[in-house]
């Protein structure tokens, strides 16, 4: 059963030289229970993407067009007291990067959860909310005695725990994860990143977990959907991205994973920088990265086409796959000859 469907969103934010398209023709889905993983570089939209669904986002941000669709819930039709009420926390919450950032520094970290879980159901006493937070540290292994404490109290780690509470306190359906682990330590990231599995598998919600690192998405999620330039430009299910990519960019991004799947073990990293935002202009975003672009791909938009069940790919070299595979695991594909000068028409005052 479907649980979310976003269909062709555009989330723009505005700006002094003109609209920065971050999140430009999305369409996504998800199945409830299921794990997504959005996989992409800093900055290529992911997480305007999973703020869109939750409008947690800056005041120059605009819904440009489209639709997201929350279990049969238009959540851009909503008030944002509406969205407040009805979905933020109680149906989707997030897991933000750094749980710093995500408590507020004056009132304990266990105020801050009985808040929610009061927000949001009716006739809670304190003291039952607040036992409900003391058998989530426990369940989450941080002392319950801890939820007196304030933030600041709090090693990353554990913060990011404290957080991990605070998201599934109302067992929301849905976690958006924004690079849950990336402020910890290595040795830590790994523990933090089971115990949202499992406890995503007790409340059978369903997660969007937003990472650079195509290796984390690898293990952990059904589903990937890679994100360049502001655009979806690859999806299918985790293996399928894996082993059988069609988009020179995720060829790319299996390169500078090189411990996942069957792919070549030397890393090698994209050259070249993300695209302009403002203004694009046509063509594939990733034209001046690829090694195999062509005349077309500078000049035309990929639409996005369907190949096996589900796997989506917006790329005018996609039914190629199998012969740019090999040739984009060779270093001096990437290091290869002169590619055309980037040509984006900039600013203009639209
Ligand atoms: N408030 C804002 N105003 C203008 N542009 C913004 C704003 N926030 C983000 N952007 C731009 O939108 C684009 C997408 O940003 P976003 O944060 O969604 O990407 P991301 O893939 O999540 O990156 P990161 O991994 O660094 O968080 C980037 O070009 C970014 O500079």
């Known amino acids: 059963m479907t649980l979310l469907t976003i269909d062709g969103l555009q989330m723009y934010y505005r700006s002094e030289d003109g609209y920065v398209r971050a999140a430009d023709d999305i369409n996504l889905e998800l199945e409830r229970g299921q794990t997504l993983g959005l996989v992409g570089e800093s900055g290529s939209g992911k997480t305007t993407i999973a703020r869109s669904i939750i409008r947690l986002l800056p005041d120059n941000a605009e819904v440009v067009d489209g639709s997201i669709d929350f279990d049969g819930t238009e959540i851009t039709d909503l008030t944002d007291r509406e969205l407040r ?30 808040q929610v879980i009061r927000h949001h159901e009716d006739g809670v ?30 090693s990353g780690g554990m913060a990011q725990r404290a957080m991990i509470a605070l998201a599934l306190c109302l067992e929301p359906r849905l976690i958006l994860a924004d690079e849950p682990t ?43 959907a890679v994100c360049y330039g502001g655009r979806i430009v690859e999806q299918a299910d985790a293996a399928t991205i894996i082993k059988n990519p069609r988009h020179p960019y995720t060829l790319g991004l299996r390169n500078a994973f090189p411990d996942i799947g069957d792919s070549n073990d030397e890393l090698i990293s994209i050259p ?25 791909c500078w000049e035309v938009t990929p639409e996005p086409e369907e190949y096996d069940d589900g796997h989506i790919v917006e790329c005018h070299r996609a039914d190629e796959a199998d012969e740019l595979r090999p040739l984009a695991e060779q270093r001096e594909t990437w290091m290869g000859e002169e590619k055309p000068e980037t040509a984006p028409i900039q600013g203009g005052d639209d």
Not at 105 to 110: Q, S
Not at 128 to 154: N, S, T
Not at 189 to 196: A, K, N, S, V
Not at 208 to 214: A, N, Q, R
């Open 85 to 114: 009420n009805q979905i933020r926390w109680q149906e989707v919450s997030m897991i933000p990067q750094n749980a710093m950032n995500g408590f507020d520094p004056v009132y304990t970290v266990g105020q801050q959860i009985v």
């Open 125 to 154: 006493s304190k003291a039952d909310a607040k036992e409900r937070a003391r058998a989530l540290f426990d369940e989450l292994g941080i002392d319950p005695d801890r939820v007196d404490d304030y933030p600041h109290q709090f």
């Open 182 to 224: 990336t402020a910890l330590d290595v040795v830590i990231q790994d523990r933090i990143l089971d115990t949202i599995k499992e406890m995503q598998a007790e409340y059978d919600s369903a997660m969007i977990l937003i990472t650079h690192d195509i290796s984390v998405v690898s293990e952990t999620s059904d589903r990937i």
């Open 272 to 296: 070249g920088t993300p695209p302009e935002l403002v203004d694009p202009g046509e063509g594939c975003r990733f034209a001046p990265r690829c090694p195999f672009a062509e005349e077309e």
